[in-house]
């Protein structure tokens, strides 16, 4: 595999404007009329590639526009005149699924017959089978498992498949999703474009990509550029893990939030914090994976409306999820690996806005600390005593 990285001075495809891109007219309507005013920095990287058909191996931290990338070049690349699935875009949670498709629906509003339909597990898979071949989508959405399931049924057919996306793509060629997606890769021709987004690669990840990429640009912004200077990061030190309520609370009387995120490290801790906080007069609500998915439902967009300012959640939320609005995460539990800290931080500082990520740190978590400090070449300062001189 011969892997070419983009730079301002080797990439000649470089846009700065959406109308330097020769793409659908509507599509482009689509692209104003969502707010997209000038492509982000992935975006102006990846998707003048991406629309030529090039395999693509894409690396940007959370919040920089991915999905706008992929979903701009995905709708490019399919010929609404025709009744057949083009396009399959594959992401690891029902969250995430639901979300692309509200983006592909909103920058496609304008382009004639688009048909887009979601395949997640907790549906009828009778139901998907009548639905697609009544009335075909142009582009699937989906978790792997149903996607697989349901190409192993031959409810669906992947024989004019143009282009495949795999969002996250370090949890989707993870051990529990790899064996499906390369089963899912059986039923495409050869020359299906492929495409992979997330805020980490690891060199495990990139080497499997060996095995079903041709010839894909690279694009990658390396960790210590991953912008994480528009999120200021602090920690507060605790005796030990009983202190950890009490300090959030404190927390809370002094700093005035918009929308935050509070991360625990298991269902347990989220549920168990979360009825500390009701108990205690707190208007929150939570999110975790052991939920019933309509309840999950529920929670999250009532915290995404603004009903709620506070959502408790555990990694559930920490990939890809965009709300605009979180200002402050929180790690109630440190988490257990790099990867997930910058997925989880970056759900504040959205777009470049300012943010900020307060860590809960017992002496158990030091070790831990540093690990991520050095991962990613950055100081955590100590939160100060005076909260108010916390700044973004």
């Known amino acids: 595999m011969s892997v070419s990285e983009l730079n301002d001075i080797e990439n000649p495809k470089l846009i700065e404007e959406w109308d330097e891109l020769k793409i659908n007219e509507n599509l482009l309507r689509g692209i104003y009329a969502y707010g997209f005013e000038k492509p982000s920095e992935i975006q102006k990287r990846s998707i003048p590639s991406m629309i030529e058909g090039r395999d693509i191996i894409a690396q940007a931290q959370s919040g920089m526009g991915k999905t706008g990338a992929f979903s701009i070049s995905t709708l490019q690349r399919i010929d609404t005149s025709k009744s057949e699935i083009q396009a399959i875009l594959l992401a690891p949670t029902h969250e995430l699924v639901k979300q692309t498709y509200n983006v592909l629906k909103a920058l496609g509003s304008q382009m004639t017959n688009l048909r887009v339909k979601v395949l997640i597990g907790g549906t009828s898979i009778q139901h998907d089978a009548n639905d697609i071949r009544d009335n075909c989508p142009h582009i699937l959405v989906g978790c792997a498992g149903r996607v697989n399931d349901m190409f192993r049924r031959k409810y669906i057919n992947g024989d004019k498949m143009r282009i495949m996306v795999l969002d996250e793509a370090d949890v989707m060629l993870s051990t529990e999703f790899k064996e499906q997606i390369y089963n899912i890769f059986q039923f495409f021709p050869e020359d299906t474009q492929i495409a992979i987004f997330s805020a980490t690669l690891p060199q495990e990840i990139l080497t499997l990509t060996e095995k079903f990429m041709r010839d894909p640009v690279k694009i990658t912004m390396v960790a210590e550029k991953l ?125 470049g806005r300012k943010g900020m990520a307060i860590n809960f740190i017992t002496k158990y978590d030091v070790q831990q600390m540093k690990r991520i400090e050095e991962y990613y070449k950055i100081d955590i300062k100590e939160l100060p005593n005076n909260f108010s001189e916390a700044s973004v």
């Open 227 to 351: 912008n994480l200077e528009c999120i200021a990061q602090y920690y507060i030190a605790l005796r030990n893990d009983n202190d950890k309520f009490d300090v959030l609370k404190d927390l809370f009387s002094h700093i005035s939030l918009s929308q935050c995120i509070i991360y625990c490290n298991s269902v347990r801790r989220v549920t168990d914090l979360y009825r500390a906080m009701i108990a205690d007069g707190f208007s929150v609500c939570c999110i975790h994976s052991s939920m019933d998915k309509s309840d999950r439902e529920r929670e999250f967009q009532q915290f995404r409306s603004g009903g709620y300012r506070v959502l408790i959640s555990s990694n559930v939320t920490a990939r890809g999820i965009d709300i605009q609005q979180v200002s402050t995460v929180i790690n109630f539990d440190i988490p257990k690996d790099a990867h997930t800290y910058l997925h989880r931080i970056g759900r504040s500082g959205r777009w």
